[in-house]
T-cell receptor, first 115, second 110 residues
């Protein structure tokens, strides 16, 4: 299967702990996106990369959140000092940049529960 | 501010009963409008991209249309396997981020 993969699929952590998620995009895609989704809501944009450059970051994104894409391939999203409000599904997507709007293909998500 | 509103929030249909889902949007300049399907506990699955008013796209029992203010997802003779949440998203000029609505939860009963 050559789709977007995410690891882990589920993470339970205690408040105050740090967590890190990984995303592997579709191999030929050069753009990678992170979104967050809570129950009953649509995905909310967090940040995106073109190759290794972080091009945009949501104003809503706390300083506790950081994302990297060091070699322009996989990406990691780290949340420091987790809070209960961070509990959500974290979704990764990838696309191939083009002149028109490029379809974003999503992975299965990482469900985070902060206790 | 760019915004997407979907209606209804939930829709229950009998198998074979056709209907439409609505997506109203406001965006500074539309680069594209996207429809996704999402099953419980899974990531959104891409369905369609529409770029300009008047455009239509079809896939099996689904047909998406676009005007300057809204998009419709028409479901013809739905089957129980069409049950899912359908998400609409817009992408504005100058950015790649998607702005999603809250979705329409569709249930199709046999």
């Amino acid at each position: 299967d050559t789709g977007v993969s995410q690891d882990p699929r589920h993470k339970i952590t205690k408040r105050g702990q740090n967590v890190t998620f990984r995303c592997d995009p579709i191999s030929e895609h050069n753009r990678l996106y992170w979104y967050r989704q809570t129950l009953g809501q649509g995905p909310e944009f967090l940040t995106y990369f073109q190759n290794e450059a972080q091009l945009e970051k949501s104003r809503l994104l706390s300083d506790r959140f950081s994302a990297e894409r060091p070699k322009g391939s996989f990406s990691t999203l780290e949340i420091q000092r987790t809070e209960q409000g961070d509990s959500a599904m974290y979704l990764c997507a990838s696309s191939l940049v083009s002149g028109r709007a490029g379809e974003q293909y999503f992975g299965p998500g990482t469900r985070l529960t902060v206790t | 501010e760019d915004q997407v509103t979907q209606s209804p929030e939930a829709l229950r249909l009998q198998e074979g009963e056709s209907s439409s889902l609505n997506c109203s949007y406001t965006v500074s300049g539309l680069r594209g409008l996207f429809w996704y399907r999402q099953d419980p506990g899974k990531g959104p699955e891409f369905l369609f991209t529409l770029y300009s008013a008047g455009e239509e796209k079809e896939k099996e029992r689904l047909k998406a249309t676009l005007t300057k203010k809204e998009s419709f997802l028409h479901i013809t003779a739905p089957k129980p396997e069409d049950s899912a949440t359908y998400l609409c998203a817009v992408q504005a000029l100058g950015t790649d981020k998607l702005i999603f609505g809250t979705g329409t939860r569709l249930q199709v009963f046999p």
